[in-house]
């Protein structure tokens, strides 16, 4: 009976690790994205949202920062049409002290897979363009974040992407392991596991 019961708290302990995680949304809206042959870079994207930052809630304003970015070079399809660009590249997410938003960089890092530029015909003859990509960099605290995605959105009226155009809304979201969970998870799982290390030897 005893080690069913010990058997039954592991059960329910493992789970938590999936809470040792802290996501961090960034939403940005705006800017001018650019591109050609050499890849797409955006400029000028205000930071309007971020939720979770430091293991927050939502801020929101009209301008809390801004998102930035440069792809690598296009590597299939093309712009009007829809392609894929390059790994490689930058990525740059900061704040400006407003709200309660850190002062300075956010999220630093680079494409690390293929960029997908995705190119969506509207039944009113407009055209929207959907760019996803993969990121890894760093937070602004130094710590390392790995399967960051990023999503925006493009519409570009009428015509087609001709190398320049403001964007509708963008996306991204951090994942990256938040100290103060990791120590708890670590500790509670060591003394977990040596509780039941000592049961089971009884």
Do not use: C
Not at 26 to 36: F, I, K, M, P, Q
Not at 43 to 57: E, K, W, Y
């Amino acid at each position: 009976m005893k080690k069913l019961v010990l058997l039954a708290v592991l059960a329910l302990a493992l789970p938590i690790a999936a809470f040792a995680d802290g996501g961090i949304d960034y939403t940005n809206s705006g800017g001018t994205l650019a591109g050609s042959n050499s890849g797409l870079s955006l400029s000028g994207s205000a930071l309007i949202a971020v939720n979770g930052l430091n293991g927050g809630g939502l801020i929101t304003g009209s301008n809390l920062g801004s998102v930035s970015f440069a792809t690598g070079a296009l590597s299939s399809g093309s712009l009007q049409m829809g392609g894929t660009f390059a790994a490689g590249g930058w990525f740059t997410i900061t704040g400006n002290g407003s709200n309660g938003i850190p002062n300075g960089t956010l999220f630093t890092g680079t494409f690390s897979e293929p960029v997908t530029w995705v190119m969506v015909p509207k039944s009113n003859g407009t055209h929207e363009y959907t760019l996803t990509g993969a990121l890894s960099g760093t937070t602004g605290t130094g710590f390392s974040a790995e399967g960051v995605t990023v999503q925006l959105t493009i519409s570009t009226g009428k015509g087609f992407f001709n190398g320049s155009t403001r964007i509708s809304s963008g996306d991204t979201n951090v994942v990256v392991p938040e100290p103060g969970s990791l120590t708890l998870l670590g500790t509670g799982l060591v003394g977990i596991a040596g509780a039941i290390r000592r049961k089971l030897k009884a």
